[in-house]
Nanobody, 112 residues
């Protein structure tokens, strides 16, 4: 099973940026899809962004135009560039892949 490890979370002011990284134990090019979910306190986990093996991307409406998902050429890391952050983006962000693996999560806190 693929192991996923997130990094890059932290505290940032509204309007700021963060970049999350998800390091996979193997090549993500062999996986159908890799993405990011988030879960805010008291809310259900929700999809943020997904990138497929072919490079197609899908975003939640709430992050379109602000977040960008990408992967490195070596094929082991997926990134989530988050710009123009809002307090409502505060959540634990989880990396996920279509082999039903999850990372441990990384906290993102956006202060107003």
């Amino acid at each position: 099973q693929v192991q996923l490890v997130e990094s890059g979370g932290g505290l940032v002011q509204a309007g700021g940026s963060l970049r999350l990284s998800c390091a996979a134990s193997g090549s993500i090019f062999s996986i159908n899809a890799v993405g990011w979910y988030r879960q805010a306190p008291g809310k259900q986990r929700e999809l943020v962004a997904v990138i497929t093996r072919g490079g197609s991307t899908v975003y939640a409406d709430s992050v379109k135009g602000r977040f960008t998902i990408s992967r490195d050429n070596a094929g082991n890391t997926v990134y989530l560039q988050m710009n123009s952050l809002k307090p409502e983006d505060t959540a634990v962000y989880y990396c996920w892949c279509s082999e039903d693996s999850w990372g441990q999560g990384t906290q993102v806190t956006v202060s107003s």
